[in-house]
């Protein structure tokens, strides 16, 4: 994502970069949205069409990739995120 910050990311596709289960990139995300860290969005397209549900995409915002960039090295890993203050380990 910090990679990428203008591009939205789905929730499995980020779940799979970082090595978690879906019960653990979820609750991450949320904390991350309420700190306005990240934007989501459910995308625009009609389910039964696609032969799928809709995926809720992700976007980093400018504050969230800013912070981001502070406090995460370049090659952070998963577990890195889960030790940032607010997101997985404290809340």
Not at 42 to 65: C, F, I, M, N
Request: hydrophobic share 35%; charged share 25%; net charge positive.
């Amino acid at each position: 994502m910090l990679g990428r910050p203008s591009e939205e990311h789905y929730g499995l596709e980020l779940s799979r970069a970082a090595h978690l289960a879906s019960g653990t990139i979820y609750p991450i995300l949320r904390r991350l949205e309420q700190r306005g860290w990240v934007v989501s969005r459910w995308e625009d397209v009609d389910p039964s069409e696609q032969g799928r549900p809709r995926k809720r995409l992700y976007q980093l915002t400018g504050h969230g990739a800013q912070l981001a960039r502070k406090q995460l090295p370049t090659d952070a890993t998963a577990a890195t995120w889960a030790r940032i203050p607010g997101t997985v380990a404290e809340v």
